[in-house]
């Protein structure tokens, strides 16, 4: 394993970055679905209030 470690190492820390990338879009579009669902609940209170 050390010997793999220290022969691909470029490997390995673009494997992290590709680790780090992914987490960080899959928390975007989380938010953007949490976001969106607060939006068309509030769309919806308001409209019920208005009428």
Known sequence: MQEFLENNSLYVVLGIVLMIWTG????????????????????????????
């Open 24 to 51: 960080i879009i899959v928390f975007f579009f989380t938010v953007d679905r949490r976001l969106k669902n607060l939006e068309i609940k509030l769309n919806t209170e308001n409209s019920d209030k208005l009428d």
